[in-house]
């Protein structure tokens, strides 16, 4: 089971903005579904070939997964640059291991995860 909803949106509140600030984690920039408002997620997005996967820790409902996937498109900026992510999709936690380089670290199994997000790159942003 994904970590808890009433997780997330203290973290939305409180964790994000802060790790925004600190820089350390890939951002990820996505258009709001009804508001059309800009938001920042700051995430780790595991690079694979021609695109990132991305682990959905509370859930393939969270608001930035469901804004990817109506917009079909992100920016993701990360090691100083920032790069256009397209062609979102979910996918199930065997391809999604199957994708992953070797050494990479999957997320913990008492979360349960049997969905991520798969994007392609398209292009640089900047």
Request: charged content about 25%.
């Amino acid at each position: 089971m994904p970590m808890p909803r009433w997780w997330a949106h203290m973290n939305k509140w409180m964790f994000n903005p802060r790790e925004l600030k600190k820089g350390k984690y890939a951002v990820l920039v996505h258009v709001g579904r009804t508001s059309g408002r800009e938001y920042l997620t700051p995430l780790e997005p595991t690079p694979v070939e021609g695109g990132y996967l991305f682990v959905p820790v509370y859930g393939v409902e969270s608001d930035w997964v469901r804004n990817v996937l109506a917009a079909g498109s992100a920016r993701l900026r990360t090691g100083g640059t920032e790069v256009v992510v397209t062609n979102p999709r979910l996918i199930d936690a065997e391809a999604a291991f199957a994708l992953l380089p070797e050494g990479a670290q999957r997320p913990p199994k008492w979360l349960k995860l049997e969905q991520y997000l798969l994007t392609d790159v398209v292009e640089s942003a900047r």
